[in-house]
């Protein structure tokens, strides 16, 4: 099966012109980018795809050992950049997918002209000084709780994930897409998410970036998006009024407002 076909991979807007890569987050798949796209599709080829496992993927493709890092994620969005024969990518990684970019650029830097980076975490447990917003413990009993009951888990912590109680149908459409999600894989992925860490990464980074950081977030706490963007050199810091930890749901004409700012000074500058 080709690269297309493994990760579903939609293509949409300018045949021509820079191109946007979507990379949806964990338990997601491109659907939950909907609300944001049609603010870029009259002005740049769209490509979207999901992580192997999710959405409409080939789950057959899924091989223990190549997905067992990040790095073996990286290496499948590279692999769908050079199947589409892309260059100047302006990648989008929402959560995990953030770390995802961020290997993909640092090995690759070639391909990509920037990074919008959503709510990314280059490691959830606190380690001395860093605070990652997790105890270890936590994590653990977090990664226990999915094994033992992973549609249990999922109908309980997606509505938390979401962050908006106002909007309880988010948080139903996030649940949703949890218990779509195959849950072997999705047990796994969620293992090599929360136990990682890509601190040292960061700084191997060269393409300009901009992280945006919602307010309330759980998963990925405001010190959190200070530090990546400290450990990137020159990246950008945009704090959403938006809560949660999924504004390309709950808020997708600011954080698409945030990220057009930051194309349209990037554009300036060349």
Not at 35 to 41: A, E, Y
Not at 42 to 59: K, N, Q
Not at 207 to 230: F, K, N
């Amino acid at each position: 099966m080709g690269v297309r076909d493994r990760h579903n991979i939609t293509v949409m807007g300018r045949n021509h012109g820079p191109t946007m890569v979507f990379a949806h987050g964990f338990g997601c798949d491109q659907n939950m980018w909907r609300f944001v796209v049609p603010h870029f599709v009259a002005d740049y080829r769209i490509v979207l795809f999901d992580h192997v496992g999710a959405g409409g993927s080939d789950s057959s493709a899924y091989d223990p050992n190549r997905y067992a890092s990040l790095s073996g994620y990286a290496d499948d969005v590279l692999e769908i950049c050079r199947d589409l024969d892309l260059t100047d990518v302006i990648f989008v990684g929402h959560s995990v997918s953030a770390m995802i970019g961020v290997l993909a650029a640092a090995e690759s830097p070639d391909l990509f002209a920037a990074l919008i980076l959503i709510g990314p975490s280059p490691r959830y447990i606190d380690d001395g000084d860093y605070v990652g917003g997790f105890r270890e413990t936590d994590i653990h009993q977090l990664l226990e709780s999915m094994d033992s009951n992973y549609l249990g888990w999922s109908t309980a912590m997606a509505p938390a994930i979401m962050g908006r109680p106002d909007r309880p149908d988010l948080g139903a459409e996030l649940t949703e897409s949890f218990c779509r999600t195959d849950p072997d894989i999705a047990r796994r992925f969620a293992r090599v998410t929360f136990l990682s860490d890509n601190r040292a990464d960061l700084p191997r980074v060269r393409t300009p970036t901009l992280v945006l950081q919602c307010s309330d977030d759980i998963i990925a706490p405001a010190v959190v998006g200070e530090y990546v963007r400290d450990h990137i050199a020159g990246a950008e810091l945009v704090e959403l009024q938006a809560s949660g930890h999924c504004p390309n749901l709950s808020a997708p004409n600011e954080t698409a407002a945030a990220m057009i700012g930051f194309l349209q000074a990037q554009a300036s500058t060349r």
